[in-house]
């Protein structure tokens, strides 16, 4: 505790970090007070037949996504997931198309570039999104409506008010990245997450003690320590790290001798972070989407099954999806050609494998590897609030089993911390843990 509070001490000493600190708080503060902003003309008190459309199914996650946005009809009620909609077709774009992949080749004046299209992409999401929220929410609330309005008449203001929502989540989201700790747009994601848990751990223990088959306290402490492992399992996976050595050849420079050192590129198990859970979780949304232009019940089979993220053709799909997703992002973020020829340029080699070509198949081979073992397991985490509702866990409460939600609070809690310690270590101070650094990746920015 005593050490706890040092560091808190030594974090407001710091100016920079207790001013980012302090703006981050704002612009949460800001996203937390929209999230209660209802559209102008609904009648928060008549929307409960949303809010129970939303608390089980797919609709619960879209609803967590957004920190309980979409079931108040708030101006922010389609969250940023359309701008993650958005960054998903470019990146899948910068794989197929030559003339994107040549932007990202340009630097700074390509990603600026590529940037600007993502918005204008998500803008084009938005006018598709919003109309379907609006008529799902004419069917399960129409009477929400005030008097004297027509739907009709509604739904163009409505649309670009609910554009123009997530449009301003996202800006929230760029200067919390900016000015603030972390990236913004992750933390908006996190905040949203966590909104939902003190509900839903009340929930849950409400019912373990209530219901005739609930198993009471022993029940829930079982679930809490299967929670606490869960956790740290995905701590461990999130921070491991494979090292491969790399020998530097000595050389002269001027009149001093340079190299000679044996140093290691630390190549992380799980070097995606969580970036291919949001994506699948994304693309998972897309029959939902699709779904809130008609009724449920009018709907393939298919389509009823995706809306049902317990069901098995979700979770394996759901799984598979997190798989490819990883594989793909960490071969667009790590580049083993290039290190290779960096290695080459700077006189370094790894002991035993030739310069160039050799090496950068080694190291390629050595991602393959350990990505593939992190993939499996991250997916298993995924699906795990499926397996948990066998044991009557309470849906809410379920998705802090494991899922999108606990990996995305685990890796941006991570990350988040791994900024505040190196402004900490860069001034001399103690870091957040006695026993060494942590290990974050900076989330990619999106």
Same mark, same amino acid.
């Given at each position: 505790?005593?050490?706890?509070i040092?560091?808190?001490k030594?974090?407001?000493?710091?100016?920079?970090?207790?001013?980012r600190?302090l703006?981050?708080?704002l612009f949460?503060?800001?996203?937390?007070?929209?999230?209660?902003v209802?559209l102008?003309g609904?009648?928060?008190a008549?929307?409960?037949q949303?809010?129970?459309?939303?608390?089980?199914?797919?609709?619960?996650?879209?609803?967590?996504?957004?920190?309980?946005?979409?079931?108040n009809?708030?101006i922010?009620?389609?969250?940023i997931m359309?701008?993650?909609s958005?960054?998903i077709?470019?990146q899948l774009?910068?794989v197929?198309?030559p003339?994107?992949?040549?932007?990202?080749?340009e630097?700074?004046?390509?990603r600026?570039?590529i940037?600007?299209?993502t918005?204008?992409?998500?803008?084009?999401?938005l006018?598709?999104?919003?109309?379907?929220?609006?008529?799902n929410?004419?069917?399960?609330?129409?009477a929400?409506l005030?008097?004297?309005i027509?739907?009709?008449?509604?739904m163009?203001?409505a649309?670009?008010?609910?554009?123009?929502?997530?449009?301003f989540?996202?800006?929230?989201g760029?200067?919390?990245?900016?000015?603030?700790?972390g990236?913004?747009?992750?933390?908006?994601?996190?905040?949203?997450?966590?909104?939902r848990?003190?509900?839903?751990?009340?929930?849950?223990l409400?019912s373990?003690?209530?219901?005739?088959?609930?198993?009471?306290?022993?029940?829930?402490?079982?679930?809490?320590?299967i929670?606490?492992?869960v956790?740290?399992a995905?701590?461990?996976?999130v921070?491991?790290?494979?090292?491969?050595? @790399?020998q530097?050849?000595?050389r @002269?420079?001027?009149?001093?001798?340079?190299?000679g050192a044996?140093?290691?590129?630390?190549l992380?198990?799980f070097?995606a972070?969580v970036?291919?859970?949001?994506f699948?979780?994304?693309?998972?949304?897309?029959p939902?989407?699709?779904?809130q232009y008609?009724?449920?019940?009018?709907?393939?089979?298919?389509?009823r099954t995706?809306?049902?993220?317990h069901?098995?053709?979700?979770?394996?799909?759901f799984a598979?999806?997190i798989i490819?997703?990883?594989?793909?992002?960490t071969?667009?973020?790590?580049n083993?050609t290039?290190?290779?020829?960096d290695?080459k340029?700077?006189?370094g080699?790894?002991?035993?494998?030739?310069p160039?070509?050799e090496?950068a198949?080694?190291i390629?081979?050595v991602?393959?590897?350990?990505?593939?073992p992190g993939?499996?397991?991250?997916a298993?985490?995924a699906?795990?609030?499926a397996?948990?509702s066998?044991?009557?866990v309470?849906?809410?409460?379920?998705?802090f089993?494991?899922g999108t939600?606990?990996?995305?609070?685990?890796? @941006?809690v991570?990350?988040?911390?791994?900024?505040?310690?190196?402004?900490?270590l860069?001034?001399?101070?103690d870091?957040?843990?006695?026993?060494?650094?942590?290990?974050?990746?900076?989330?990619?920015?999106y």
């Open positions: 505790m005593k050490k706890f040092e560091t808190l030594n974090i407001w000493k710091i100016e920079d970090l207790r001013q600190l703006i981050t708080l949460v503060a800001i996203y937390r007070f929209g999230s209660f209802v102008p609904i009648n928060p008549m929307l409960s949303l809010q129970s459309q939303t608390a089980g199914g797919l609709m619960s996650l879209l609803d967590m996504f957004s920190g309980g946005a979409f079931s009809a708030s922010f009620a389609l969250g359309p701008y993650i958005a960054s077709v470019m774009l910068a197929a198309v003339y994107v992949q040549k932007m990202q080749r630097g700074e004046s390509g600026k570039k940037s600007m299209y918005r204008w992409l998500t803008v084009a999401i006018l598709f999104q919003a109309p379907g929220y609006l008529m929410l004419k069917m399960q609330a129409g929400a005030a008097p004297g027509s739907w009709s008449v509604f163009v203001p649309v670009i008010i609910l554009s123009a929502g997530s449009m989540i996202l800006w929230l760029e200067r919390i990245t900016d000015k603030g700790i990236n913004g747009i992750s933390l908006i994601i996190m905040i949203g997450i966590i909104a848990l003190p509900q839903a751990f009340i929930q849950e409400t373990r003690f209530t219901a005739i088959s609930g198993g009471g306290l022993v029940m829930f402490l079982v679930e809490i320590i929670l606490y492992a956790v740290c995905s701590i461990v996976l921070q491991g790290v494979r090292k491969v050595p @790399v530097y050849a000595k @002269v420079v001027g009149n001093q001798q340079v190299g044996r140093q290691y590129i630390p992380k198990l070097a972070n970036m291919p859970i949001i699948a979780q994304a693309l998972m949304f897309i939902l989407t699709l779904v008609s009724a449920p019940e009018n709907a393939s089979w298919f389509v995706m809306l049902d993220h069901s098995w053709t979700y979770n394996i799909i598979l999806l490819a997703f990883t594989y793909f992002y071969a667009i973020t790590l083993p290039q290190m290779a020829e290695m340029r700077n006189n080699f790894i002991p035993g494998v030739k160039g070509k090496t198949e080694y390629d081979t991602m393959s590897r350990i990505t593939l993939s499996l397991f991250i298993f985490i699906v795990m609030p397996l948990a066998l044991l009557n309470q849906d809410a409460f379920s998705q089993f494991g939600s606990l990996l995305i609070l685990v890796g @941006v991570l990350d988040t911390l791994a900024q505040i310690e190196s402004h900490l860069m001034r001399h101070y870091g957040l843990l006695s026993s060494g650094r942590i290990h974050g990746r900076g989330m990619a920015a």
